[in-house]
Nanobody
Framework: QVQLMESGGGSVEAGGSLRLSCAVTTSSTYGLDVAWFRQTPGNEREALAAIYSGAGSTYYAASVKGRFTISRNNANYTVFMQMHNLRPEDTAMYFC??????????????????WGQGTQVTVST
């Protein structure tokens, strides 16, 4: 079983930065890949970034590449997403998710079977 808890959301002005954290609780982190998604009301969840187990390969959606950075603290497996140059369109509920299986592409949501409750990010003009 894997439990995930997000934190770090909040309100920020356009151009600002936030760092989200995803605390991972599990008996084994072996083979555990973690990703960040976001969702706005009435829309599907959008995959943003993922960091794979082991060497920590990272993957990004085009919409956030260059502005968002995913990383991991290997000591406790907390996964971060540093977000810079935030825009009003980044306003959403942000979720972290985890999986042990691998399916191409990394953004395929159906392969993520563990989810956190989400943290709200609001970017104002």
């Amino acid at each position: 079983q894997v439990q995930l808890m997000e934190s770090g959301g909040g309100s920020v002005e356009a151009g600002g930065s936030l760092r989200l954290s995803c605390a991972v609780t599990t008996s084994s982190t072996y083979g555990l890949d973690v990703a960040w998604f976001r969702q706005t009301p009435g829309n599907e969840r959008e995959a943003l970034a993922a960091i794979y187990s082991g060497a920590g390969s990272t993957y990004y959606a085009a919409s956030v590449k260059g502005r968002f950075t995913i990383s991991r603290n290997n000591a406790n497996y907390t996964v971060f997403m540093q977000m810079h140059n935030l825009r009003p369109e980044d306003t959403a509920m942000y979720f972290c998710a985890a999986k042990r299986s691998r399916m191409d592409p990394w953004s395929t949501i159906s392969q993520y079977n563990f989810w956190g409750q989400g943290t709200q990010v609001t970017v104002s003009t």
